[in-house]
């Protein structure tokens, strides 16, 4: 198998004394991992790409039955160095970039999950406003959306009544559901939704990174924004922030 791949770095680990191994997100293979034999004596094949947080234009091959993946060459797009050189804008690209290699993302995924990691790499990378702390959460949610589990906010599951007609909703987590104070079911896990956490993770749903700032209304709203997205990620991707990392709940 070869093939030529436009993506960004997961992850570089160094073994033996020249060669490394590079996981990476690309928009058609998805998350794969590569070994790049020599790398470290052959700055000319992968000069400047072999790092975390970059885009470059692999050139993959495989090993001679086929085992595994290698990277032949690569030329490097973007670097992403305003990004890299400011903590907050860093610690959120990392935080984004660890969930999205902990999503993994298949073939069928692929395209969007990496789309969705670009578009906010360069949201961090240009934007003039720091932006706002609740960016990886909002990552989090936009990917779990779109890697199948797409909830609908608009109006209660049972009767139709529209979201901003409710005073006191409730998501239903495990259905991707909302619904209004009388439908409520009586079992399963229901977290409280106002009418503008709904609104809110409606847009979500149908915004792309550079329009989240506008998105975070603070207060109640982040609370509860905050709450749904973890628990609708760990249930429906399986997945909780621990200890620095994303491990498979
Ligand atoms: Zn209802």
Redesign the pocket.
């Known amino acids: 198998m070869e093939f030529t791949e436009k993506a960004l770095v997961l992850k570089v680990g160094r073994f033996r004394e020249n060669d490394a191994w590079v996981r990476c997100l690309g928009p058609g293979h998805g998350v794969f991992t590569a070994f790049a034999f020599g790398a470290a004596r052959s700055r000319r094949r992968f000069c400047g790409c072999l790092d975390t947080l970059n885009l470059v234009l692999f050139q993959v091959g495989s090993s001679k039955r086929g085992a595994y993946l290698t990277l032949e060459e690569g030329t490097l797009l973007h670097g992403f160095p305003a990004l890299k050189a400011e903590s907050s804008r860093l610690g959120m690209a990392v935080n984004c970039l660890k969930f999205a290699e902990a999503v993994e993302a298949g073939p069928a995924g692929a395209k969007a999950a990496f789309e969705l990691l670009l578009d906010s790499l360069q949201v961090l990378e240009e934007s003039s406003e720091p932006p706002t702390d609740v960016f990886p959460l909002f990552f989090r949610a936009k990917t779990a959306f779109e890697q199948g589990f797409g909830p609908d906010f608009s109006a209660?599951?049972?009767?139709?009544?529209p979201a901003e007609e409710m005073e006191s909703g409730f998501f239903v987590v495990e259905k991707g559901r909302l619904?209004?104070a009388?439908?409520r079911p009586t079992v399963g896990l229901c977290l409280p939704a106002s009418a503008g956490t709904a609104l809110t993770l409606d847009r979500l749903g149908r915004s792309r990174p550079a329009e989240w700032a506008r998105l975070d209304m603070g207060g109640l709203v982040r609370r509860q924004c905050y709450e749904i997205i973890e628990r609708f990620v760990a249930y429906h991707l399986g997945l909780t922030w621990d200890g620095g990392r994303f491990r498979k709940v």
Request: charged share 10%; with cysteine; hydrophobic share 20%.
């Open positions: 209660c599951h049972v009767c139709g009544k619904s209004c009388a439908c």
